[in-house]
């Protein structure tokens, strides 16, 4: 599911995008600045604290389609910053956010990195076991699709499988099919069987006819 | 019935945990070496944690009963940061002669990558070179595959099979492992991995040799008594005490027993001395020491 940013960005209650605009003048955005890092996360990580100051109780519930008000205020803030700086800003954000935050940022991938740069970062974020997280980045994202080489979308799509989570939402998973993926999950429906365990019915949107 | 749990990660268990090990047979525990939950960043936390299995650990399961000993290695999760797996790799070689370290491990695939293949292959020849058996992690998607890479590998770097047990297996992929000179491990879970009643099954089916049994218990849903659990299966299921002793006692025991630092003589409960303190500290909070005689 392709959304823009502006779509996004509409979404957001003025004063707060007004706020967040007034956040970013004030970063240091070079990353060779000493503590320029350190003044990236304390800003970032505020911003569920200043939302809370400023009337938004339920900032991480459902707002806009899969996002939070939260979500959407710090994929804002992420946008605009690398829109202002460069890459590694937004790399710094990714490395040191915490999987909350991650899994913000993760939702708003396709709209920072048109090019894939973040790409190597990216597989390594799917490495983690947080739920929330990975599912962030497995569902309703168009980044994985446009992005990830044949094997690590298929790991993606078995991890996906292994913790539950429903295929369905892998975005464009039916362009992605491919002999391997089908494999792999065949053998994963297999090995579920001899355990005795329930295979997840979404499994078959994996398989090449 | 004396039990040795030849895989779990007790840094992440309770004091009660120990307590509950040993009265339920438990007296020895091999801890591999294995990731955190989360990515570390610096190679420190990697030394901190490889001190802390080799001191503080040994010394808190002593307290209890219990006999304490580790594998090191870097873990295939970790493996895909090369610039960090790489200072990793420079360290573990200092822990490999020590008396604690049975075996190099867990290593083997997580995601299937070229990095996760480069650093195995690396420690399957530092465990052919040590001359120290190698505890191999198999991964929990496309495991069959990934059991198949693994065999392959090990032919490949040319260690000697009897050296290498292969972890985590299940009803697909013993087969594979039973198909060569490797130990079979696997680990009993309360939902994934395998079940008591499934590895009943499976000693039924296959027999006890280089069979091997572990709870692979951790900071997860985990359960540290399995070991000792799946015993009182067997013994339902109509295993003898001398089978039961083979596979849950022995086996594991005479695998890491390739290294040339313990033999199922030494393996006994240790005396109990509370009383004992490790650089200044104690594992007791206000208890009466225990002090065994």
Same mark, same amino acid.
């Given at each position: 599911?392709?959304? #823009?940013?502006?779509?996004?960005?509409?979404?957001?209650?003025?004063?707060?995008?007004?706020?967040?605009?007034?956040?970013?003048?004030?970063?240091?955005?070079?990353?060779?600045?000493?503590?320029?890092?350190?003044?990236?996360?304390?800003?970032?990580?505020?911003?569920?604290?200043?939302?809370?100051?400023?009337?938004?109780?339920?900032?991480?519930?459902?707002?806009?389609?899969?996002?939070?008000?939260?979500?959407?205020?710090?994929?804002?803030?992420?946008?605009?910053?690398?829109?202002?700086?460069?890459?590694?800003?937004?790399?710094?954000?990714?490395?040191?956010?915490?999987?909350?935050?991650?899994?913000?940022? &993760?939702?708003?991938?396709?709209?920072?990195?048109?090019?894939?740069?973040?790409?190597?970062?990216?597989?390594?974020?799917?490495?983690?076991?947080?739920?929330?997280?990975?599912?962030?980045?497995?569902?309703?994202?168009?980044?994985?699709?446009?992005?990830?080489?044949?094997?690590?979308?298929?790991?993606?799509?078995?991890?996906?499988?292994?913790?539950?989570?429903?295929?369905?939402?892998?975005?464009?998973?039916?362009?992605?099919?491919?002999?391997?993926?089908?494999?792999?999950?065949?053998?994963?429906?297999?090995?579920?069987?001899?355990?005795?365990?329930?295979?997840?019915?979404?499994?078959?949107?994996?398989?090449?006819? | 019935?004396?039990?040795?749990?030849?895989?779990?990660?007790?840094? #992440?268990?309770?004091?009660?945990?120990?307590?509950?090990?040993?009265?339920?047979?438990?007296?020895?525990?091999?801890?591999?070496?294995?990731?955190?939950?989360?990515?570390?960043?610096?190679? #420190?936390?990697?030394?901190?944690?490889?001190?802390?299995?080799?001191?503080?650990?040994?010394?808190?399961?002593?307290?209890?009963?219990?006999?304490?000993?580790?594998?090191?290695?870097?873990?295939?999760?970790?493996?895909?940061?090369?610039?960090? &797996?790489?200072?990793?790799?420079?360290?573990?070689?200092?822990?490999?002669?020590?008396?604690?370290?049975?075996?190099?491990?867990?290593?083997?695939?997580?995601?299937?990558?070229?990095?996760?293949?480069?650093?195995?292959?690396?420690?399957?020849?530092?465990?052919?070179?040590?001359?120290?058996?190698? /505890?191999?992690?198999?991964?929990?998607?496309?495991?069959?595959?990934?059991?198949?890479?693994?065999?392959?590998?090990?032919?490949?770097?040319?260690?000697?099979?009897?050296?290498? /047990?292969?972890?985590?297996?299940?009803?697909?992929?013993?087969?594979?492992?039973?198909?060569?000179?490797?130990?079979?491990?696997?680990?009993?879970?309360?939902?994934?991995?395998?079940?008591?009643? $499934?590895?009943?099954?499976?000693?039924?089916?296959?027999?006890?040799?280089?069979?091997?049994?572990?709870?692979? &218990?951790?900071?997860?849903?985990?359960?540290?008594?399995?070991?000792?659990?799946?015993?009182?299966?067997?013994?339902?299921?109509?295993?003898?005490?001398?089978?039961?002793?083979?596979?849950?006692?022995?086996?594991?025991?005479?695998?890491?027993?390739?290294?040339?630092?313990? #033999?199922?003589?030494?393996?006994?409960?240790? $005396?109990?001395?509370?009383?004992?303190?490790?650089?200044?500290?104690?594992?007791?909070?206000?208890?009466?020491?225990?002090?065994?005689?």
């Amino acid at each position: 599911m392709d959304i #823009s940013i502006s779509q996004l960005s509409n979404q957001l209650p003025h004063n707060i995008a007004v706020w967040i605009d007034q956040l970013l003048e004030c970063q240091p955005l070079d990353k060779n600045k000493e503590g320029s890092d350190n003044q990236l996360m304390i800003t970032f990580s505020s911003l569920p604290l200043e939302l809370r100051k400023r009337g938004y109780k339920n900032m991480a519930s459902q707002y806009y389609c899969h996002f939070s008000l939260l979500d959407i205020c710090r994929i804002y803030f992420a946008y605009h910053l690398i829109a202002k700086s460069t890459l590694p800003m937004l790399m710094v954000l990714i490395k040191l956010a915490d999987d909350e935050e991650k899994t913000s940022i &993760a939702k708003g991938l396709s709209l920072f990195d048109i090019t894939g740069d973040l790409l190597e970062n990216v597989i390594d974020l799917t490495r983690t076991n947080c739920i929330e997280l990975f599912a962030a980045l497995a569902l309703n994202n168009p980044y994985p699709a446009k992005n990830f080489p044949e094997h690590n979308f298929n790991q993606l799509v078995l991890k996906a499988l292994f913790n539950d989570l429903n295929i369905e939402a892998v975005d464009q998973l039916p362009l992605r099919r491919n002999e391997e993926l089908s494999r792999m999950v065949v053998d994963y429906r297999d090995e579920r069987l001899a355990a005795n365990r329930a295979v997840p019915v979404s499994l078959l949107w994996a398989v090449s006819s | 019935m004396q039990y040795m749990d030849p895989h779990i990660h007790m840094i #992440s268990r309770t004091t009660d945990d120990y307590e509950n090990m040993a009265k339920a047979g438990v007296v020895a525990v091999v801890e591999p070496a294995f990731w955190q939950g989360q990515p570390r960043t610096g190679v #420190s936390t990697f030394i901190d944690y490889f001190d802390m299995l080799v001191g503080w650990e040994r010394f808190r399961a002593k307290q209890f009963g219990i006999m304490h000993f580790c594998t090191m290695g870097l873990n295939p999760k970790e493996a895909n940061n090369r610039a960090l &797996a790489d200072e990793v790799m420079k360290v573990i070689p200092r822990y490999l002669s020590k008396s604690s370290v049975l075996a190099i491990g867990e290593i083997g695939y997580d995601d299937m990558t070229p990095a996760e293949e480069y650093y195995f292959q690396l420690q399957l020849e530092m465990a052919k070179e040590y001359q120290l058996p190698a /505890l191999v992690h198999t991964p929990h998607r496309d495991k069959i595959k990934g059991t198949k890479r693994t065999l392959a590998l090990v032919k490949e770097v040319g260690i000697d099979e009897e050296m290498v /047990l292969v972890d985590h297996l299940n009803e697909q992929t013993l087969p594979l492992v039973k198909a060569t000179g490797c130990w079979c491990g696997h680990s009993i879970y309360p939902q994934t991995k395998m079940s008591e009643e $499934r590895m009943v099954k499976l000693l039924q089916q296959y027999g006890s040799e280089k069979m091997v049994v572990n709870s692979a &218990a951790d900071w997860g849903k985990s359960d540290p008594l399995k070991v000792p659990k799946t015993g009182v299966l067997m013994a339902k299921s109509g295993f003898s005490e001398q089978e039961i002793t083979k596979v849950l006692f022995e086996n594991p025991i005479n695998y890491y027993a390739q290294s040339g630092k313990i #033999s199922l003589e030494d393996i006994v409960k240790p $005396r109990i001395d509370q009383s004992e303190l490790y650089q200044e500290n104690s594992a007791l909070r206000g208890q009466s020491p225990i002090v065994e005689s």
